[in-house]
């Protein structure tokens, strides 16, 4: 048995990849709910109830894929480039210091003013983060997955710091965390009654517009041939560095804004569990996406509905809601595996 | 004057160096475990969760009932098997090496914690075991046994690595896989003998933690550890013995701050101090980027009859 690469890929088999990537990861974790000894089919029944069963149910889990969305696109642009930016979550958390500190009344500014003043200091936030790691990179050589690996718990740390320090809400009774935003920073809510914000809509509206630029502008070409070869790139006169570094503001600033969003739409103010491992949740996104930001959405949608339909179900069931962090690990790894399949097909001999 | 006097008192206490040779120890075994696979050609950035995993599962086996080292079996086995998965995607599907790593780590630190609260469903208090205790050997400082074991794997790696057939065919597979190949070597089998070894070790890093420096298991108990093994890996050029160096290094900074800390009284915030690992392993990085001699085909997958 040998593989061999296929001369293209039908549609078709891409959009079955990440389906039949999703079904083995159900299918090999059923083996870890039946361990647990409840019944399997009963455990996804509730699952998927829970992500989707109610109105209820369908709204947080578009509220928890607004970030996942974010992130995974700043996986994606990054990954096109083959900029290994690991450092999403701490580039969440920049930017969702940066929303604190903006929005936190220092600007005395209407609500259609100030949101996009702290939606942009997220970015650039998060942007800057993500910056030195490639200036690192195309200056000195320096592998960047380890550095903003590494860079996510200074950042965590920086966090904490001022959680208890410079920027703790000093009506918090004790509890590090930050004053709320100003009134004029929230983003408003898109359904009464209900945590679904207005970030949800920047979201969509990022992976349309990137979509856009991919497709039809310079910019995404000049994006997708470095990634696909920097040195062929470099010899047909593009400038390398600073597509990199162009990259790396942008889905840095993607990460930033996904730390913004969250703050201004739907917790109001800043702590340490703001993102249970968005950025990281983000990688797998993307992967499943293939890199496509309108993928991203279908991908994210997916990954948050398992974490919401999880805790659903491990409220009902003795089957620890951490189910949802191993099915979107597995869920990596069938694709990654599924990607191979549909990119090569299998040849005797 | 007075900050001088403090580090100097610091640095002539006897306990500060046992401190260090314990701190050393998680950074040595998982510094050892990411070199053998580095040399071999494939990254294992799944070091984070094999941690997690083996310190996950050495303590659970101890806590079963199993005796202290049969536990560390247990957690080496269960990294053994994550590195089985690791190299079974990167070296004969030749899968990305960044994102399966990563995949890996997502799946080893999430089944630790899926099985830890599985097990134990309201324990809202880590329960505890009874670690290894410290052994005194004539003419060193009182350790417990697997930071001896640890200093001892070090000789063993490298005497393998560079006095061995076996170490010749792991540098080779890692350097020019294509000349291993017309010597009549199995890269592909190597290669993964290599990655599962590598990842053992790995877990025997974790399995320290629940084992021997701690008697419990906590969430995020790992706390980037595997990614500093990564940075000190390139920073000891991939050889044995300077891993050990550069850990122990490591190991003197980390033990350092945190007796600055103590002294320090709370003047400067504790988090300044408890960045300065990270900080540094940038730093050492930033250091030896230039003139790292990465293994030539590092990162590199290799089919058969391709070139």
């Known amino acids: 048995m040998r593989l061999e690469p296929r001369t293209d890929t039908p549609l078709a088999l891409r959009l079955l990849a990440p389906v039949g990537a999703v079904v083995a990861a159900l299918a090999l974790c059923a083996l870890l709910v039946a361990w647990t000894g409840a019944p399997v089919l009963r455990a996804y029944g509730l699952l998927f109830e829970g992500a989707v069963g109610s109105r209820f149910a369908l709204t947080e889990t578009l509220t928890r894929a607004t970030p996942l969305i974010l992130t995974g696109l700043a996986a994606a642009v990054a990954f096109r480039a083959k900029l290994w930016n690991i450092g999403a979550e701490g580039q969440l958390y920049m930017g969702a210091l940066a929303a604190v500190v903006v929005g936190g009344g220092m600007l005395d500014l209407a609500a259609w003013a100030l949101i996009p003043v702290v939606m942009i200091a997220g970015m650039a936030a998060g942007g800057v983060t993500l910056l030195g790691p490639a200036m690192l990179k195309v200056r000195f050589g320096v592998d960047e997955v380890v550095t903003t690996l590494l860079l996510n718990f200074v950042v965590l740390l920086l966090v904490s710091l001022l959680l208890e320090g410079a920027l703790k809400d000093p009506m918090g009774m004790g509890w590090p965390q930050s004053a709320p935003v100003a009134e004029a920073a929230e983003l408003p809510k898109l359904v009464a009654r209900t945590r679904l914000h207005a970030g949800l809509a920047i979201a969509l509206g990022l992976s349309v517009l990137l979509w856009l630029i991919d497709t039809r502008t310079i910019w995404g070409y000049e994006n997708r041939a470095v990634g696909a070869n920097p040195r062929a790139a470099a010899f047909a006169g593009m400038p390398v560095t600073r597509v990199m570094l162009r990259t790396a503001l942008l889905s840095g600033g993607l990460a930033g804004l996904a730390g913004a969003a969250e703050v201004c739409g739907l917790k109001g103010y800043l702590t340490l569990d703001l993102s249970p491992g968005f950025g990281y949740s983000g990688i797998v996104v993307a992967m499943l996406a293939q890199l496509h930001p309108i993928g991203v959405v279908g991908a994210a949608l997916f990954i948050a509905g398992i974490f919401v339909g999880a805790d659903a179900m491990s409220r009902a069931m003795p089957v ?11 869920s990596l790894l069938c694709m990654l595996v599924a990607g191979l399949l549909a990119r090569y097909r299998l040849r005797r001999g | 004057m007075d900050f001088l006097s403090t580090i100097l008192d610091i640095l002539l206490s006897a306990a500060f160096w046992t401190a260090v040779l314990r701190i050393a120890t998680p950074y040595v075994l998982g510094t050892l475990g990411e070199l053998v696979c580095e040399r071999a050609g494939v990254l294992n950035l799944g070091i984070e969760g094999i941690m997690t995993l083996g310190a996950m599962a050495g303590w659970m086996a101890v806590y079963q009932g199993a005796d202290l080292w049969t536990g560390v079996l247990a957690a080496a086995a269960c990294g053994a098997l994550l590195g089985l998965l690791h190299a079974a995607l990167t070296v004969p599907l030749g899968l990305s090496q960044h994102v399966t790593g990563i995949g890996v780590t997502l799946l080893g630190t999430s089944l630790s914690y899926f099985v830890y609260r599985l097990v134990l469903p309201q324990a809202s208090t880590p329960p505890t075991v009874e670690p290894f205790q410290p052994l005194a050997l004539p003419g060193a400082l009182a350790q417990t046994p697997l930071t001896y074991l640890a200093f001892l794997l070090v000789a063993v790696v490298a005497y393998v690595l560079y006095r061995t057939p076996v170490g010749l065919a792991v540098r080779m597979v890692g350097e020019n896989p294509a000349a291993a190949e017309a010597q009549g070597l199995n890269v592909t089998a190597i290669r993964i003998g290599a990655v599962v070894a590598g990842s ?59 007796r600055l800390q103590q002294a320090s009284g709370g003047v400067l915030p504790y988090q300044l101090f408890l960045m300065m690992p990270y900080l540094l392993s940038i730093l ?11 293994p030539r085909a590092l990162m590199i997958p290799y089919r058969k009859g391709e070139r």
């Open chain 1, 320 to 330: 620890p809601n951490y189910i949802a962090d191993v099915l979107v690990a597995t």
């Open chain 2, 200 to 258: 053992a070790l790995m877990a025997l890093a974790g399995a320290f933690l629940t084992l021997s420096a701690f008697n419990a298991f906590f969430f995020n108990m790992v706390n980037g550890r595997g990614w500093i093994c990564i940075a000190l890996v390139v920073f000891a050029s991939w050889r044995p013995g300077k891993a050990l160096l550069g850990a122990l290094l490591f190991a003197v900074f980390d033990a350092l701050q945190l």
């Open chain 2, 284 to 294: 050492a990085l930033v250091l030896v980027a230039r003139r790292a001699s990465y």
